[in-house]
T-cell receptor, first 117, second 115 residues
Framework: AQTVTQSQPEMSVQEAETVTLSCTYDTSESDYYLFWYKQPPSRQMILVIR??????QNATENRFSVNFQKAAKSFSLKISDSQLGDAAMYFCAYRRENTGTASKLTFGTGTRLQVTL | DAGVTQSPTHLIKTRGQHVTLRCSPISGHKSVSWYQQVLGQGPQFIFQ???????GRGNFPDRFSARQFPNYSSELNVNALLLGDSALYLCASSAARGSKWDGYTFGSGTRLTVV
């Protein structure tokens, strides 16, 4: 069974600074997707960034980037120029590349990010 | 465009009762999945439905059931509620096209409290 581990229950960053959230996962599969989701107090899970395991290049989305280390099974999220609106719970998630119709996500336990002035 | 809509937003039930939660996917999405998020934890997969058929089931007891309707909306039913069923229930839709998966869009969830 696949597992996702987030070892940082809480992180804090000052506005405009950079923060890195850690995630490790365990799988025997070679093809899969990894995700970072943001969950603000509104509760909706919002996709931040996505990485396909077959791609060697790390994904980037504006101020968000990942460091994907496939051999180490590590997938960290870097947030640059942090903004107050970045404060939320962040979840790392995994999905096997399989049939395309069965798309179960396995989530970590989350990291609560605080952004201070 | 409307996103994934869930109803109700909040619900309080008594132990032993039954509850039905509803989800309407994004227009054109044929796959709906349900997740349970207990306070302080990540979401746990309950069910996935595609084209009205169950395509996946998580490690939940038979008290949990679901179905998908011809318009692709879905219901999650929980019988004989326990205190431990108190959680945020999230619905997610996706437009699976053959072997290409386009990703999930989540709703804002239903907060269920069992007293």
């Amino acid at each position: 069974a696949q597992t996702v581990t987030q070892s940082q229950p809480e992180m804090s960053v000052q506005e405009a600074e950079t923060v890195t959230l850690s995630c490790t996962y365990d799988t025997s599969e070679s093809d899969y997707y990894l995700f970072w989701y943001k969950q603000p107090p509104s509760r909706q899970m919002i996709l931040v960034i996505r990485q396909e395991a077959y791609k060697q290049q790390n994904a980037t989305e504006n101020r968000f980037s990942v460091n994907f280390q496939k051999a180490a099974k590590s997938f960290s999220l870097k947030i640059s120029d942090s903004q107050l609106g970045d404060a939320a719970m962040y979840f790392c998630a995994y999905r096997r590349e399989n049939t395309g119709t069965a798309s179960k996500l396995t989530f970590g336990t989350g990291t609560r990010l605080q952004v201070t002035l | 465009d409307a996103g994934v809509t869930q109803s109700p937003t909040h619900l309080i039930k008594t132990r032993g009762q039954h509850v039905t939660l509803r989800c309407s996917p994004i227009s054109g999405h044929k796959s709906v999945s349900w997740y349970q998020q207990v306070l302080g934890q990540g979401p746990q997969f309950i069910f996935q439905y595609y084209e009205k058929e169950e395509r996946g089931r998580g490690n939940f007891p038979d008290r949990f059931s679901a179905r998908q309707f011809p318009n692709y909306s879905s219901e999650l039913n929980v019988n004989a509620l326990l205190l431990g069923d108190s959680a945020l229930y999230l619905c997610a839709s996706s437009a699976a096209r053959g072997s290409k998966w386009d990703g999930y869009t989540f709703g804002s969830g239903t907060r269920l409290t069992v007293v």
